[in-house]
């Protein structure tokens, strides 16, 4: 079993950063596959980033270049560095983990997700 907790959400203005964390239990961190997903109010749940155990990145469109995933494998945890921030970022962030070696951009294919943590921007 691996538990996912998120923290580091917050109110900002348009054009500000946080960063999100995701600490993970288990020992075997540095095998899964990490990704952060978002649901706004009235919106289907979306892929933002992910990271494989490789250390390969993606991203979807609308966050490249003002958004960064990282791990620190030390501490079980995944980073999301969010930056430029806009209005419509707003959401309820959550993490999720697989065992698989590849990411994939549907929420199905995780088998683990943290409670979520809120980002809200102003404009």
């Known amino acids: 079993q691996v538990q996912l907790v998120e923290s580091g959400g917050g109110l900002v203005q348009a054009g500000g950063s946080l960063r999100l964390s995701c600490a993970a239990s288990?020992?075997?961190?540095?095998?899964?596959?990490m990704v952060w997903f978002r649901q706004a109010p009235g919106k289907e749940r979306e892929f933002v980033a992910a990271?494989?155990?490789?250390?390969?990145?993606y991203y979807t469109d609308s966050v490249k270049g003002r958004f960064t995933i990282s791990r620190d494998n030390a501490k079980n945890t995944v980073y999301l560095q969010m930056n430029s921030l806009k209005p419509e970022d707003t959401a309820v962030y959550c993490c999720?983990?697989?065992?698989?070696?590849?990411?994939?951009?549907?929420?199905?294919?995780?088998?683990?997700w943290g409670q979520g943590t809120q980002v809200t921007v102003s404009s």
């Open positions: 999720a983990a697989t065992d698989r070696a590849y990411y994939s951009r549907n929420y199905y294919y995780y088998s683990y």
């Open positions: 288990g020992r075997t961190f540095s095998t899964y596959t």
């Open positions: 990271i494989e155990w490789s250390g390969n990145t």
